[in-house]
């Protein structure tokens, strides 16, 4: 079964940086594209990005297009969200999730973070 954990989460001031985790485990994520998620209070849950495992490329949601980064580490099955320039809108919880690639079904999620940006 595969399972997500989220990690990194907190308070920083507007201007600031993040970076979120997301260890994923039970898979070989090969055929996988692993996806960050946020739903900011009172609104539904937004696209921020997504990096597909085998080749390494993303792609970006237009709201953090050139502030935030997705990677990810191979050997230890982890992805990451670098998050530069935070404003307060950027204020929400954060999930990862995947889905095999050739699928429109984000099958997995994992149980958030909250991210708190202050003016």
């Known amino acids: 079964q595969v399972r997500l954990v989220e990690s990194g989460g907190g308070l920083v001031q507007a201007g600031g940086s993040l970076r979120l985790s997301c260890a994923a485990s039970g898979s070989t994520f090969s055929r996988y594209d692993m996806g960050w998620f946020r739903q900011r209070p009172g609104k539904e849950r937004e696209f921020v990005g997504r990096i597909n495992w085998s080749s390494g490329v993303t792609y970006y949601g237009d709201s953090v297009k050139g502030r935030f980064t997705i990677s990810r580490d191979l050997a230890n099955n982890t992805v990451f969200l670098q998050m530069n320039s935070l404003k307060p809108e950027d204020t929400a919880v954060y999930y990862c999730?995947?889905?095999?690639?050739?699928?429109?079904?984000?099958?997995?999620w994992g149980q958030g973070t909250q991210v708190t940006v202050s003016s």
């Open positions: 999730a995947c889905k095999i690639t050739y699928r429109s079904t984000w099958a997995y």
